[in-house]
C-alpha cells in the first residue's frame, strides 16, 4: 500500500473517476452524526483564514482505492476499497458549494465545476464525466445533483421522481445536498465588514484546497481487498452484517470464471440483490427486545435453517463465510444468489400480512403473539420442501393451533428457537431418506 496526502480539491483535480464497487452499501451519513462534523471543520478552518490566522491541514481519514485497468479513451479510474462514504459526501458538498457560488455569480462556479465533472475526450462522456459513479441504486441521486446546477431543481426532482415511494431509495444524497448548501448559503451571506459574499465564497474555496486532507492509500498487487474492506470503517458507520455478505458475495462473483453466456456480476446484482438495498429490506424490525434491519434478520433465519441451528445475528457475516467456504453448498455465485431470493421472496411475506398471499393469516396470527421465531421452519416449509395449496394450509393450521392452545393455557415460549429448529432437523432427514429411497428404486 502506498499512502499519499490529499486534500479535497486535491482528490478531485484532474481528468480521472472513483468507482464505487456494487456490492458497497448505499450512501447512509445523516447530518446528525457525520455531516454536521464535517461542515463544523470547514467552518472553523476557514474562519480561522478570514481572521487571517495561521492554518496546518486538517485530516478527515482515509480512503482505500486500487486502480482499475483502462483501455483507449476511457478516464483513468479508481475501484473504491473503503471511503466510499467520505468521498461520496465531499463530491455533494462541491456540488452545493458550486450552486451557491452560481447563484452569487461568482467564477468559483466554474472552477469548482472542474472538480464535479470530467470534460475533455473520454469513451462514455454519460458515464465517465462524473467525478464518483455510485452503486446502482445511487446514481440516479449523483446524477440529478451533478447536473441540475441549482437547488430548486433538486427539490422540485425530489418531489417528483427521486422520492423514496417512487425509487425505493433513501434520499440521503439529496438530504446532505440540501444541509450542505444551507450551511453555505448562510455562511456566505453572512454579513461582515471585514469580508464580502466573494471573500468568503474564495476563502471556503481554498479551505477545501489547502487546509482539509485525507490519506489515500493506493493498494499494489499483494494487498487483499476483502480483508481491507472488512476491518476498516469510516466516522463510526458500523458495516451492517448484509453489508459484509453483500461484498463477500460479489467479491466471488468478480473472481469466478464465467462462460459467454453467463451473467455478469452487475447483472446479477440487478437480477438478484439490488431489493436488499432498497427501502423495504433496510427498515428495522422488532425481534425479541430489539429492533433490527429486515434483510439481517432474513439472512439470520436463512442461515439458521439452512444449518437446523440457532445463529447469533453478531456473528451472522462469520458463521456465513465458514457456512459457504467448508461446505460449499452451492456450485456457483448465480445459485446462492437465485436461493436467497426465493426464501426472500418467502420471508417478505410474513413480513407483510396486509398484502394477500397464502400466508397473510398465519403472518398475521405470528404478529399478534409475536412468535418469530418460527420463520426458519417456515422458510424450509415453503422455501426448500415448497409446500404449496392444501398441503401448505394443513401444515399451518397445525402449527397455528399448536401456538394458539400454548398461548392460551400461559404457557412459555422459551426455547421456540430451538423446537423449530429441531423440527427443521427432522424433516430434513426425512427428505433426505426420501430421497434415499427413490435412488434405491
Not at 465588514?193 to 486532507?213: C, V, W, Y
Not at 425481534?287 to 456473528?315: C, Y
Not at 455465485?333 to 394477500?356: H, M, N, S, Y
Amino acid at each position: 500500500m502506498k499512502p499519499f496526502s490529499r486534500s479535497v480539491i486535491e482528490l478531485f483535480d484532474g481528468t480521472k473517476r472513483y468507482v464505487i464497487p456494487m456490492f458497497q452499501r448505499q450512501y447512509v451519513w445523516r447530518e446528525e452524526k457525520q455531516l454536521s462534523r464535517l461542515w463544523s471543520d470547514l467552518q472553523a478552518k476557514t474562519t480561522q483564514r478570514l481572521d487571517r490566522k495561521t492554518t496546518s491541514p486538517h485530516f478527515l481519514g482515509a480512503i482505500v482505492i486500487a486502480n482499475l485497468p483502462t483501455y483507449g479513451r476511457q478516464v483513468q479510474a479508481y475501484d473504491v476499497i473503503d471511503g466510499q462514504q467520505r468521498l461520496t459526501t465531499f463530491q455533494i458538498l462541491l456540488t452545493a458549494f458550486r450552486d451557491v457560488a452560481k447563484s452569487h455569480n461568482s467564477e468559483f462556479a466554474d472552477e469548482l465545476n472542474k472538480y464535479i465533472v470530467n470534460v475533455g475526450i473520454m469513451d462514455d462522456k454519460t458515464v465517465e464525466r462524473y467525478k464518483v459513479w455510485p452503486t446502482q441504486v445511487d446514481r440516479l441521486q449523483m446524477k440529478t445533483l451533478v447536473d441540475s446546477g441549482s437547488l430548486n431543481t433538486v427539490t422540485e426532482l425530489e418531489q417528483t421522481s427521486l422520492g423514496r415511494q417512487r425509487t425505493g431509495v433513501e434520499p440521503f444524497m439529496i438530504v446532505a445536498y440540501k444541509y450542505f448548501h444551507q450551511q453555505i448559503a448562510v455562511f456566505v451571506a453572512t454579513d461582515s465588514a471585514d469580508s464580502t459574499h466573494d471573500d468568503r465564497i474564495e476563502t471556503l474555496f481554498h479551505t477545501l484546497k489547502h487546509d482539509l486532507a485525507l490519506v489515500s492509500i493506493e493498494l499494489e498487487g499483494g494487498d487483499d481487498p476483502q480483508v481491507i474492506f472488512e476491518t476498516l470503517n469510516g466516522f463510526n458507520e458500523p458495516l451492517l452484517p448484509t453489508d459484509l455478505l453483500r461484498n463477500f458475495a460479489f467479491q466471488r462473483a468478480y473472481r469466478e470464471k464465467r462462460g459467454e453466456d453467463d451473467k455478469t456480476p452487475d447483472e446479477l446484482y440487478n437480477e438478484y440483490w439490488l431489493p436488499f438495498d432498497q427501502h423495504f429490506w433496510k427498515r428495522d424490525e422488532k425481534q425479541g427486545r430489539l429492533k433490527r434491519p429486515r434483510a439481517d434478520i432474513f439472512f439470520q433465519h436463512f442461515l439458521a435453517m439452512k444449518q437446523a441451528t440457532d445463529v447469533n445475528v453478531a456473528r451472522l457475516y462469520h458463521d456465513y463465510k465458514i457456512w459457504i467456504e467448508t461446505e460449499a453448498p452451492y456450485p456457483r455465485i448465480v445459485d446462492e444468489l437465485k436461493d436467497l431470493a426465493k426464501f426472500a421472496r418467502v420471508f417478505k411475506k410474513l413480513l407483510t400480512p396486509d398484502e394477500p398471499s397464502e400466508l397473510s393469516a398465519f403472518a398475521g396470527m405470528l404478529n399478534a403473539f409475536d412468535v418469530k421465531t418460527i420463520s426458519p421452519l417456515i422458510l424450509f416449509l415453503c422455501g426448500e420442501v415448497e409446500l404449496e395449496g392444501d398441503a401448505l394450509a394443513q401444515a399451518l393450521t397445525i402449527l397455528e393451533s399448536f401456538l394458539i392452545r400454548r398461548a392460551v393455557c400461559c404457557l412459555t415460549t422459551k426455547n421456540y428457537n430451538r423446537l423449530f429448529l429441531q423440527l427443521v432437523e427432522i424433516l430434513r432427514g426425512k427428505e433426505i431418506g426420501r430421497a434415499s429411497c427413490r435412488e434405491r428404486v
